[in-house]
């Protein structure tokens, strides 16, 4: 296991809480390598510019370097986040980047090693949009054959993160 982590942060999406099926089986994954969990509440703030300063907030407090992982507008969040946290890494799932209208609050200021896992049929967040973003970024990307809350995928999501991190 990589010693660059001590703790994982992860910020869910706008429609879900912190402790959903997805970010409960990835907490599980992450702390069978050791590692410590947090994640931040955004429940009833739908401002993403509200939720990276949660996020800056909580992430301060926490013994790093951290690692966060994101999920859509969480993927934006973190993201937005990392470079003002000093994180040593970005995990992310469907991330909320170039949407219309939004296309200019795309985080750009992204220097850090980084994965994406999208799915194919994603019917909010176009996966050309997280092709986009890996390629602008040069981070990994694994196109799913799922959709955008990727539910069906859980067990292949906890093995690309656990293989992430200990790769770090």
């Not at 994640?39 to 510019?49: H, I, K, L, N, T």
């Not at 013994?63 to 859509?72: D, F, K, M």
């Not at 939004?102 to 220097?111: C, G, L, R, S």
């Not at 980084?114 to 973003?133: C, F, L």
Request: hydrophobic content about 45%; overall charge negative; charged content about 20%.
């Amino acid at each position: 296991m990589s010693q660059t982590i001590n703790t994982v942060v992860f910020s869910h999406g706008k429609e879900s809480g912190p402790w959903g099926a997805k970010i409960t089986a990835m907490a599980a994954a992450v702390r069978d390598l050791g590692l410590g969990v947090e994640s931040v509440d955004y429940r009833g703030m739908d401002d993403p510019a509200q939720r990276v300063e949660k996020l800056l907030t909580a992430g301060r407090e926490l013994p790093g370097p951290i690692a966060l992982v994101g999920s859509s507008m969480g993927g934006h969040v973190a993201a937005a986040a990392a470079s003002r946290l000093d994180a040593a890494a970005l995990f992310l799932l469907a991330p909320a980047f170039y949407m219309p209208g939004f296309e200019k609050y795309t985080p750009q200021d992204v220097a850090l090693p980084t994965a994406i896992v999208h799915g194919w049929h994603d019917a909010v967040v176009p996966v050309d949009n997280s092709i986009r973003w890996a390629r602008e970024h040069r981070a990994a990307l694994h196109i799913l054959d799922s959709d955008h809350r990727l539910e069906d995928q859980i067990g292949v999501i906890c093995i690309l993160l656990r293989s992430f991190l200990t790769a770090l």
